[in-house]
């Protein structure tokens, strides 16, 4: 009779210590599919609407990308404007072109070609949050 009372207990207990396990196993599962879904919830569509990836061929300097809301982004910083600027500097044989991601869509192509030739630091500053992504 002791021995049924203590099988009885140890059922009991083994019963319990089962179920707690389960809840463990469960609780595990719950939480890796729970993380998996967070990791992949940022692998669905991109904002990226055209990428100009970097082609000496071409004349593009650096990758950079058109964004599906209009703006441009090229390392990490975003950009309002993409101003296409040709021109023939003083003495040159032929004309230039440069594409220029800006925020400041008063740039000319004086500006730029200043800021790349020009001896003055004034003329370096007109470029300021600005890159050229193109020169031909």
Request: hydrophobic share 35%; aromatic share 10%.
């Amino acid at each position: 009779m002791i021995m049924d009372k203590m099988r009885s207990e140890l059922n009991t207990t083994m019963q319990v210590q089962t179920e707690r396990w389960r809840r463990i196993e469960i609780r595990k599962i719950l939480v890796a599919l729970v993380f998996c879904a967070l990791l992949f919830t940022g692998c669905g569509k991109s904002d990226i609407a055209k990428t100009y990836n970097q082609s000496e061929k071409d004349g593009i300097l650096i990758t950079y990308y058109e964004m599906n809301d209009g703006t441009w982004q090229c390392d990490d910083i975003s950009y309002q404007f993409r101003l296409e600027l040709d021109g023939r500097m003083p003495n040159a044989e032929a004309d230039s072109y440069y594409v220029v991601l800006t925020d400041n869509e008063r740039l000319t192509f004086e500006d730029v070609s200043k800021s790349l030739y020009g001896s003055l630091l004034e003329d370096s500053k007109i470029m300021e949050g600005s890159i050229i992504v193109e020169m031909r």
